[in-house]
């Protein structure tokens, strides 16, 4: 994900310029396919060559400075890979899309959303799930802790939960208290937005299920799926229109932030 969304920025400079790629190479005496890879997002080059590239297609420093910083990170292992052994492919993969996304709205109807989840709610989740093995529940709960830290400025949370989500008591009493009290903390940071869909509301557009919809500076969106025993990434026009219109009419029905801090306030007293 993060060498597809370089390559992405690397090719929209590069088109900008209406020269052919032929062009560019010999321009630069490079080798056709040594900027063919970099237009894939598999890197291969220095800094200093592709600074080179960067300053015959004229890009403003803003964009230089991205794509720059877009060439190192694509260079990094993501740190999910050192739970390959307990976490599957399918949530590594939604971590690496999380990874790079600049906003994430996301619906959830049963539970609170992962993302702001205390490790004293995820393991108990993990414990009674049948698909996990003990030994993997400790990793399993950091490896969730650890997707958190894409919690900060500069980036857009927006999470719609149901009221039904904060009325399961995971964990006992004691925890379901301090995980509806870290939300509260967290609904009052300016990049997040937290809106209930009251449970008086009746049916909603939401009753088939839970999803996110990733955007991204430079690819397109990228709605994700969790089902019972599946995963799905889908990023046809026609999925991210349906879900975006999902979530359209789900923030008609739900309280805006303030008022959804008064209703969790009101359940956990």
Excluded at 39 to 45: A, D, I, R, T, W
Excluded at 55 to 82: D, I, P, T, Y
Aim: glycine residues 8%; contains cysteine; negative net charge.
């Amino acid at each position: 994900m993060r060498g597809r969304e370089f390559g992405a920025g690397v090719r929209a400079v590069v088109d900008a310029t209406g020269m052919s790629h032929r062009a560019i190479s010999e321009l630069l005496g490079w080798d056709p396919q040594k900027l063919s890879d970099l237009l894939n997002g598999k890197g291969g080059v220095d800094e200093i060559d592709f600074a080179r590239l960067l300053g015959l297609c004229r890009v403003s420093e803003e964009e230089f400075n991205h794509l720059m910083a877009l060439l190192k990170v694509s260079r990094e292992k993501g740190w999910w890979q050192h739970y390959k052994g307990v976490l599957p492919i399918q949530m590594r993969t939604l971590i690496e899309h999380e990874d790079v996304a600049t906003e994430i709205h996301s619906w959830h109807l049963t539970l609170v959303p992962g993302l702001l989840q205390i490790p004293e709610y995820i393991r108990p989740l993990f414990e009674v799930w049948p698909k996990i093995k003990q030994n993997d529940i400790d990793r399993r709960v950091e490896a969730r802790v650890a997707r958190q830290r894409i919690l900060e400025a500069g980036r857009k949370f927006v999470f719609y939960v149901h009221e039904q989500a904060f009325l399961l008591p995971v964990g006992g009493e004691a925890v379901w208290r301090d995980q509806l009290h870290h939300l509260l903390r967290m609904s009052v940071r300016p990049y997040i937005s937290i809106k209930v869909v009251p449970t008086r509301i009746g049916a909603h557009a939401g009753t088939t299920g839970e999803f996110s919809l990733m955007t991204f500076k430079k690819i397109s969106p990228v709605v994700y799926v969790d089902t019972m025993n599946s995963c799905l990434f889908m990023e046809d026009g026609a999925s991210v229109e349906l879900y975006t219109d999902i979530l359209k009419s789900l923030d008609g029905m739900a309280l805006d932030e303030e008022e959804s801090r008064g209703l969790i306030t009101s359940i956990v007293s």
